[in-house]
Nanobody
């Protein structure tokens, strides 16, 4: 089992920045990739940014490329999401996720076994 705890959400004005943190514990050796998803009411959970634990390779959804950066500190079992130039459409609950095994589409939520409880990000003008 892997436990994930997010922190760092909050409210910010349009154009501002936030950093989300995800602390992983438990059987973290079984996870090949970690990432961030987001969800708004009535919509499907969307993959935002993914990082592969061993290689550091990253993937982003098009809408955040150039604004968000995912990073990791494997020694601390931490994953971060630096969010800059935030827009109102970035408002959502953000979830940290971890997954093992093979995966053809790393931004697909079906590639993830473990989820955090979520943290709210609100961007207002």
């Amino acid at each position: 089992q892997v436990q994930l705890v997010e922190s760092g959400g909050g409210s910010v004005q349009t154009g501002g920045s936030l950093r989300l943190n995800c602390a992983a514990s438990g059987s973290t050796h079984s996870t090949y990739r970690m990432g961030w998803f987001r969800q708004t009411p009535g919509k499907e959970r969307e993959g935002v940014a993914i990082i592969y634990s061993a290689s550091g390779s990253t993937y982003y959804v098009d809408s955040v490329k150039g604004r968000f950066t995912i990073s990791q500190d494997n020694a601390k079992n931490m994953v971060y999401l630096q969010m800059n130039s935030l827009k109102s459409e970035d408002t959502a609950i953000y979830y940290c996720a971890a997954g093992g095994g093979s995966c053809l589409s790393p931004l697909n939520l079906n590639c993830y076994n473990y989820w955090g409880q979520g943290t709210q990000v609100t961007v207002s003008s």
